[in-house]
DNA sequence: TCTTCGTGACGAACAGTGTTCTCCCATGGA
DNA sequence: TCCATGGGAGAACACTGTTCGTCACGAAGA
């Protein structure tokens, strides 16, 4: 991993190869997405600074401007490499929940295993890259097979979206190794607040902090996907 | 070397009286708080600063830092100021359903009315405020009066609050004025795309970008609320 | 009444941020 | 061989949240 730095000092006949050769390759717009990426796996996403992904290719942040138009852009470009992992399968009516169950697990999965990324989805605008829309034509097919009409299909392929990546993003941000102490402090937390004003809480302390993870998420993908199979009219529960 | 500007020139007995009384009142957390909603009213989140919200009290932000420990708690109190205008009313069994749903209803237009506060609610931490919990205390209360077992209140009470904040973010990002402009481009961009690799969403376009407001979100309210009326073992359906 | 003391106020500064301007120079086509 | 084009990149701009050190003022103590 040599930098730019170790040009100095070098005899001038040298420097066209020296400024060619550590050029590895040229700047282009997948390899600052990559680059991208490898910044938030490695130190999540507060870490990523356009200055950054320039440092991590051996330039400034300067020279990122002529292959990607703003941080946004870039945020939309590497959500989009990241979907590209998801797998996807034709939509088959007999099976259709289970489906796209298995799509939004693997969703969710994709930005989770990617840090705290899932914070730029939450952000980001109504998704328009390539992959982005091969999920949601995915998806939209699903629920279409499974005989929902045009605009029940349309409301919930936004609202099954909506939930996997803000739930995604809710556990990202307490995530990693500290969630134990985490949901500790929070019990902690509410043994000390008054009981007569909030009974509930404080008797139900052990419940509402009880498995921020998997499970969490499998009790409401239930109750939209049930939810959404019983708008179509032939046969729901 | 004279240290303030402003006072250059006056007499020296005046510099008493003079910094005595534009300060009508000392600085409090109250007053940051309110002062920090009116920006968000006036000029949106993006707007809201620490330098910005000490200007609007005739100050500078270091001053600020005495009453609040820094911004995220500043922003947990503006939510928490929005928070005690949401109406609450004790639980009733017989109609909990419909109670839950307007409780929801009056958080969202609440976020709503001003401007993209919801902005800070989807990035907040889990609300330990005294009025976010009046709200989780009351929806609890709710849930359990329909006879939702500990866990799936628990769970509920999470999910309702999470799909709340998280549209109203995002109506509130595509809101305004040119929410018809908006959606225009969106339509517009999608006769763009190949429609032989987006069957789907080329095909329903319309039904894709119809209606940004209301109608969604009690679509997704029902659904949710219905998946979990039918939790309770003695009658859902 | 005079003096000390603590605390809120606050200007300046620090270490960042995204983005743009402007120049430099290597490369490809004529 | 010459020149134009366009990417690379340093510096700068206008910000951000936050901290430091100083300063003035009201209250308590002598």
Redesign the interface.
Known sequence: MTSAAPRSGWPEHWRDKAKAAPRRQPLSRERIVEAALRIVDAEGMDALSMRRVGQELGTGAASLYAHVGSKEELLELVLDLVYADIELEPADPERWQEQVKRLLRNSREALLSHRDLAKAA?VA??P?TPHA??I??TM??ML?AGGLD??????G???LG??TT??A??AS??GGADTQEFTGR?RD?FAT?PAE?????TS?AV??T?NVGEE?FE??L???V???A??VPDGG?
Not at 150 to 155: G, L, V
Not at 197 to 201: A, S
């Open positions: 939450v605008n109504v328009v829309m091969d949601a034509e939209l097919a279409r045009e605009q029940t299909a349309a409301y392929v936004d609202l909506l939930y803000a739930t993003f809710e941000t307490r929070i937390y607040i004003r909030y009974p509930m809480i139900m419940a509402l009880r969490r009790f409401g239930d109750i939209l049930a939810g959404l019983r708008q529960a």
